[in-house]
């Protein structure tokens, strides 16, 4: 039987932590999916938590499915027209 994997997330740091809470491991996003992007953010504020935390671990022994970002993300450009235009 032929696994099917969705391609790839980004995940925020609120499901992180309430999986690791949850299951005390990463593993079941190696199973679901190809690829998980941790954004430099989300891992500093894990990082906030202690070396310590269950969620460092975690991301450590997930293997190569979840990547850690190393820089942080460049903010977006503001959109140049009004949002209420994209409603109508």
Known sequence: ???????EIVINTGPLIALVAATDS??????????VWVPHEVYCEIKAGGS???EIEALKSVGETVAICESPLAPLSPIPYPLSSLIN
Not at 26 to 35: D, F, I, M, P, Q
């Open 52 to 54: 310590a935390a269950p």
């Open 26 to 35: 990463l593993a079941v996003l190696s199973v679901l999916y190809s690829k």
């Open 1 to 7: 039987m032929k696994k099917s994997l969705m391609p």
